[in-house]
């Protein structure tokens, strides 16, 4: 299967928002997140992203269809519950770009598309400039957790092998619905950081 990867930027991305949300709710119904989407909510999230002037998606399509995205945008537009863990450090929100998420169909992992979101974002985020630091934030589950698939990879050796580094000192709460639940709970998220401009060269695998 041959995969197109191409970024859009902010209002251009308008027509494909409708596949996106859909595409969030099916890749994040499965462990470690476990959401129990809806169109309402996704619709606002995403809306929020194209409305800011100088985010990007990162879109990858096989033919017309949307089966990957990653998202960026300056943290300085990011919600509160997003930029408190960097206040609280003392970093400059107009110095951090940050990565919303990035979501795969299964059939499509392992090509090199995760790290083409992570190359496009970077150098969309360089190309803006003012950004000293790329950032994300990922789950935390329990390494014992009964839900966990037999087969799950964890992301940490790929995220670090980009050079991100995890915090462990700078957390999050987001609330959400799990699947088979009734109610919003309210989850924990680590954030990774990484210089923008690091020299890569003697990361290790």
């Known amino acids: ?34 959401y129990d989407g809806d169109m309402s909510y ?3 999230y995403l809306e929020a992203y194209a409305r800011s002037r100088r985010s990007v998606f990162v879109l990858a ?8 995205c990653s998202t960026g945008i300056p943290l300085a537009d990011e919600v509160a519950a997003i930029q408190q863990p960097f206040v609280e450090r003392g970093m400059l929100l107009n110095e951090v770009f940050y990565f919303g998420e990035s979501v795969l169909l299964p059939a499509y ?4 598309i995760g790290h083409r979101f992570f190359d496009l ?9 003012g950004f000293r630091w790329t950032a994300f934030c990922a789950v935390e589950r329990a390494p014992n957790d009964p839900r966990r698939p037999l087969d799950h990879r964890a992301n940490d050796p790929f995220w670090t092998k980009r050079g991100y580094r995890r915090q462990d000192d700078m957390f999050c ?12 709970s309210a989850h924990r998220l680590r954030f990774w950081l990484r210089p923008l401009n690091a020299d890569l060269t003697n990361s290790s695998a």
């Open 61 to 68: 399509l096989d033919g017309d269809e949307v089966v990957g």
């Open 42 to 44: 996704e619709h606002r």
């Open 121 to 129: 974002r970077e150098s969309h985020a360089r190309h803006q400039g």
């Open 173 to 184: 709460t987001l609330d959400w619905t799990e699947i088979d639940a009734v109610e919003p």
């Open 109 to 112: 992992r392992g090509q090199g």
């Open 1 to 34: 299967m041959t995969v197109r990867v191409i970024a859009s930027m902010g209002q251009g991305v308008r027509p494909y928002l409708d596949a996106l949300a859909r595409l969030r709710i099916s890749v994040f119904r499965d462990y470690p997140y476990l």
